[in-house]
């Protein structure tokens, strides 16, 4: 476990690698919140068109939102509304995996088992954040960030596997989110009024 950085809004964001990468390039330069909002628009005017089957422009609405919103991953994310990216990065995340699932007709289950996972690991996150507990570097490598994910949604459209694909990402991210969670927490040392209350009960 790792301390919390500076600026939580950044780790709330959950890029990964892709986003990080493209962040590098602009080295903090771009402000992140007009970008995000572009993104949201193109997305969400690509899945109004209906055009999120498997040979609709939609599967594509991750790339064009990792180049608006990635390069804005490196900077602090320090002004008066920059807090407001994280939570449109989720509603484009969570609307993008919902939709390409309805309309390939996959079973609502597996449809909210994937968001489950995402839920999860959002909920996760915040809460340690206001712990002061980090979660460590290589969980938003293995996790794909939102940038991955959705470029796995993205991919499963465009070969047609779509049940086998939702099935396979949503009980990795479940494995990899819940087993991380659980140990870190297990590691986790209680607060000094816990263990004095234990002290005294021995």
Known sequence: MTPVPGSTVVAYRDDGPLSRAMGLLVAGQLPPLPPVIAGTFVTGVLLVLGVAGTDGLAVFAPAVTLLLAGPGSSHSHDGRVDWLVPPILRLIEYTFVAACGFAHEVHPVLIFLLLGALAFHHYDLVYRLRQHVYPPPWLGS?????????????????????????????????????????????????????????????
Do not use: I, K
Request: proline share 2%.
């Open 142 to 202: 293995l996790g794909l960030g939102w940038d991955g994910r959705m470029m796995a949604v993205s991919l499963v459209a465009l070969s047609g596997w779509m049940t086998g694909g939702y099935v396979v990402l949503a009980l990795y991210l479940w494995g990899l989110f819940g087993w991380e969670s659980l140990t870190c927490w297990l590691a986790a040392p209680r607060s000094g009024a816990q263990a004095a209350e234990a002290g005294t009960q021995d």
